[in-house]
């Protein structure tokens, strides 16, 4: 995962770590961290081709729990939606469909509210939809809702970060 992360031009192959998740045995569990080249933004679809075309696309057991990207752009609010647009890349935010308490709001409801009182976001965090799963099953999930132009992605909203005046 981590070499071919590495081999992307739009990466910034400096920022690429490796954390390994103590006590595991067999499987390797960790987390990849890594960031698009400075003043670039990171092209999930070429991510995914890249993904097929290596040992992951194939007959492999190990999986991904989740991508989770931090996305710096212009925020979009409508009745029906907010979109976060990037240079190339737009997603649909949207909350936890797994919050666990009703009582404490979510960081979707959090930047919504943030927004509505005029506040500047400045970044958002979040996992990114359908990234998830044993990864041959996973990425030809993903394929399917990557074929259709008008599908866009959606992220779940983890956190954001607001812009000091």
Do not use: C
């Amino acid at each position: 995962m981590r070499d071919t992360i590495a081999r992307r031009s739009d990466v910034d192959a400096k920022s690429i770590k490796y954390d390994v998740e103590p006590g595991t045995k067999s499987y390797r569990l960790g987390t990849v961290t890594f960031a698009a080249k400075k003043g670039g933004s990171f092209d999930l679809k070429g991510l995914h081709a890249d993904l097929i075309k290596s040992r992951f696309g194939k007959g492999t057991r190990s999986a991904v729990n989740f991508l989770e990207i931090t996305i710096a752009g212009e925020l979009a609010m409508s009745e029906k939606e907010t979109l976060i647009k990037a240079t190339g890349i737009e997603f649909v935010l949207a909350d936890n469909p797994k919050a666990e308490s009703k009582e404490k709001k979510t960081a979707y409801q959090r930047l919504v509210e943030a927004v509505k009182t005029g506040s500047k976001i400045e970044s958002v965090t979040g996992r990114v939809q359908g990234w998830n799963g044993v990864w041959p099953k996973a990425l030809a999930e993903l394929s399917k809702q990557m074929s259709d132009p008008a599908n866009r992605p959606s992220l779940v909203v983890t956190d954001f970060a607001v812009a000091q005046p």
